[in-house]
C-alpha cells in the first residue's frame, strides 16, 4: 500500500512540475527547437517513471540507476534527487541521502515534503538540532499540522536541548 501510495504521489508530482506545454512558435526554427525539447521532456518522463516502476516492483540497484540518470539528465530535476534520498534512508545510507534530500529542498524550497524528507535525513545523520529546524521551518508555514510540533519535540528531547 505505501509503493502504490508512493507511485501515485511520484506520478503526481512528476505530472504537476512537467505538465505545462508552451504555445507554439511562429517560426520554424522555433518550433524545431521546441519539438526537441518535447521530446527530452518525453524522455525525462519515461525514464523518471521507469525508475519509479523499478522502485516500486523492488528493483532498488536499477531505480537508483535509473533516478541518477534522471539527474544527470536533468540537474534541476527535484523529484529524483528526493527519491534517491527516500531510497537512500530505506537502505541505510544515510550520507548520500543527506546530500540528495538538500539538493530536492534547494531546487524546491516550498516543497513540504522534500523539506520532512531533509530533516528526517539530516535526523540520521545525528544532526537532531538542525533536523528540529527545520520542523520549526514546517510549524511556522503549517501550524495545523501537529506531527511538525511532536517531531521537532522528540529531536529536541533526543538532542538533549
Not at 540507476?65 to 539528465?73: I, L, M, T
Request: aromatic share 12%; proline share 2%.
Amino acid at each position: 500500500m505505501k509503493k502504490i501510495f508512493l507511485l501515485c504521489s511520484v506520478v503526481f508530482v512528476l505530472l504537476q512540475s512537467c505538465g505545462s506545454n508552451k504555445s507554439a512558435q511562429s517560426s520554424t526554427k522555433n518550433s524545431a527547437t521546441e519539438n526537441q525539447l518535447n521530446a527530452k521532456a518525453s524522455d525525462d518522463q519515461k525514464l523518471f517513471l521507469d525508475a519509479v516502476k523499478a522502485y516500486t516492483l523492488g528493483d532498488v540497484p536499477l531505480s537508483i540507476s535509473k533516478f541518477n540518470e534522471c539527474v544527470r539528465n536533468n540537474p534541476n530535476n527535484d523529484a529524483a534527487y528526493y527519491q534517491l534520498s527516500k531510497i537512500y534512508i530505506e537502505t541505510q545510507k544515510y550520507e548520500p541521502a543527506l546530500l540528495f534530500a538538500k539538493t530536492a529542498v534547494k531546487l524546491d524550497k516550498q516543497n513540504k515534503w522534500y523539506q520532512v524528507q531533509y530533516a528526517e535525513a539530516l535526523a540520521f545523520n545525528n544532526k537532531l538540532s538542525d533536523a528540529a529546524a527545520v520542523y520549526e521551518e514546517l510549524i511556522s508555514q503549517y501550524p495545523e499540522e501537529e506531527d511538525y510540533y511532536l517531531t521537532a519535540a522528540y529531536l529536541y528531547q533526543k538532542g538533549g536541548k
